[in-house]
């Protein structure tokens, strides 16, 4: 068995010399010399007209920008303003319109919690986050007093509060509209009372004054 073994890697040995000596015996082809000035002569004119072809660009890049480009790209931006303003107004179009007939219907936990999901979703990253951090600053400096549900665009507010009797949730929500605070100017709302379940909660609809949304 051993000999088996060392005749295999001799033999792989003497295939692997053989090979060595005959790539070695074999001498690349030489060009003619004629053949070498032309190549290097190519060369030469490759080298050239890369650093034609690298200035051309440097010169192309440092010319002042076309007129025409600059207008385009004003027009551009005004034509994305004029997009981001609309989509706010249709956003606060349909805010107004879903808390508008949320008034209309009999007030319960269900409705309104339903309703301010709803304008979550659609509201997204579009919700005026820092009024709904004022409003929860005020709940937490009220005693007897938890928010349940609150959402807020940049024009309205609709909150839902728990109150521990009926006159803390009216109380609460007369002083949400008549005390304004950083991120909260209240140009107008209104508010109704109502017993669920043996608990008393106070419905809440604001309307943000023009500064308010402004900073949002």
Sequence with gaps: ???AI???FLGITLILLILSAISSSIQPFPLPKKA???TQSLQLNAENQAEITVRSEQDL??????SNTTTDDSNAEHHDELAVQKQQKDLDDVVANEIELLLNQEASLTNIIEANISLLGKLGSAAAFLSHQALLRKIQQTDHVQPISIICSRKMCNILVYGADPDIAENFAVKLLSENSDHLQVSEGEYRVFREEDYDFAHVVINLAEQASINE
Excluded: S
């Design 1 to 3: 068995m051993f000999r």
């Design 6 to 8: 060392l005749t295999f």
């Design 36 to 38: 070498l000035k032309h």
């Design 61 to 66: 890049a440092n010319q002042p920008k076309d």
